[in-house]
């Protein structure tokens, strides 16, 4: 492991006693449910040796520790993107220190565009799989042994049992989480409608410009992955309507409430 994330890791053993082994990563305007932790205790990205800054608007740059019906738990409040001029390994930075921390579950959640019919605005669906367009993966360069093997498998990228385990206590809220691929793009422009379908074509339900890097590095460290995208638009094309980042936030704002009882139902679920 790079002593940088070597030292974050020590860093953050430091500040704060629990450990937990459950971690969520929220997305663009999801980030309310940070707030919503007992015993929390914050650390900003600033003060850990090492961690990129978020710079994206709708993206607050902390680390939160906390608990959630008794079960202690990690958030990422804010990412680092590609679009931000991070490189895939910056971008994985969090999720491999808090696997030296010793998180086994991750959960991701990020805004995307709805692709397939039906993924409309306020849409909240489980990522079921990928489709790498960045041009980038975290694991360029020389493997490091100590995280996991040079060609690590990906047939199961998104844990089955984690979406199970979603969907039953979504059902309780009577929420149905349909499932769907997501494609990641560098971003930061909007896709165009001839880019929507092309990825309509080749089998994408869902897009965005992020979570991919943190899938493929957790995989990677034999984490398992849950994925969730809250729909915040209908992809470019789709409707005649253009594109804008305020959408983004406004739409997760609408859904922030089901997103914070979703999250704190099924964390907990996940150890
Ligand atoms: N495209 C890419 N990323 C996104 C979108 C989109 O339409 N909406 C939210 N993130």
């Known amino acids: 492991m790079s002593s940088l994330v070597s030292s974050a890791?020590?860093?953050?053993?430091?500040?704060?006693?629990?450990?937990p082994?459950?971690?969520?990563?929220?997305?663009?305007?999801?980030?309310?449910?940070?707030?919503?932790?007992?015993?929390?205790?914050?650390?900003?990205?600033?003060?850990?040796?090492?961690?990129?800054?978020?710079?994206?608007?709708?993206?607050?740059?902390k680390l939160v520790l906390g608990e959630?019906?008794?079960?202690?738990?990690?958030?990422?409040?804010?990412?680092?993107?590609?679009?931000?001029?991070?490189?895939?390994?910056?971008?994985?930075?969090g999720i491999r220190a808090?696997?030296?921390?010793?998180?086994?579950?991750?959960?991701?959640?990020?805004?995307?565009?709805?692709?397939?019919?039906?993924?409309?605005?306020?849409?909240?669906?489980?990522?079921?799989?990928?489709?790498?367009?960045?041009?980038?993966?975290p694991l360029t360069g020389p493997n490091d042994?100590?995280?996991?093997?040079?060609?690590?498998?990906?047939?199961e990228a998104y844990s089955k049992r984690f979406r199970e385990i979603a969907r039953q206590f979504a059902a309780g809220m009577c929420l149905e989480l349909p499932e769907g691929v997501y494609a990641a793009l560098p971003g930061p422009s909007y896709e165009t409608p001839a880019e929507i379908?092309?990825?309509?074509?080749?089998?994408?339900?869902?897009?965005?410009?992020?979570?991919?890097?943190?899938?493929?590095?957790?995989?990677?460290m034999g984490m398992q992955v849950l994925g969730i995208s809250c729909v915040t638009n209908f992809a470019a094309g789709v409707i005649e309507q253009k594109l804008n980042h305020k959408e983004v936030l406004e739409t997760g704002e609408l859904v922030r409430d089901t997103m914070v009882s979703l999250l704190r139902g099924v964390l907990p679920r996940l150890v």
């Open 145 to 155: 042994d100590s995280l996991g093997p040079r060609f690590p498998d990906m047939s």
């Open 68 to 93: 959630v019906a008794g079960v202690p738990v990690a958030v990422l409040a804010g990412r680092a993107h590609l679009y931000e001029g991070y490189t895939a390994q910056q971008a994985v930075y």
């Open 197 to 220: 379908r092309y990825l309509r074509v080749i089998g994408a339900d869902l897009v965005g410009m992020s979570t991919v890097p943190e899938t493929i590095a957790a995989n990677h």
């Open 21 to 61: 082994k459950v971690a969520v990563v929220l997305g663009s305007g999801l980030g309310a449910f940070a707030d919503s932790l007992d015993n929390a205790v914050s650390i900003p990205y600033s003060e850990i040796p090492g961690w990129p800054q978020s710079t994206a608007v709708g993206h607050a740059g």
């Open 98 to 137: 808090l696997h030296g921390l010793g998180v086994e579950s991750l959960v991701l959640t990020n805004a995307a565009g709805g692709i397939k019919a039906g993924f409309g605005p306020g849409t909240l669906a489980l990522v079921s799989d990928h489709i790498n367009l960045q041009g980038q993966t």
């Open 9 to 19: 890791i020590e860093f953050i053993a430091s500040r704060v006693s629990v450990r």
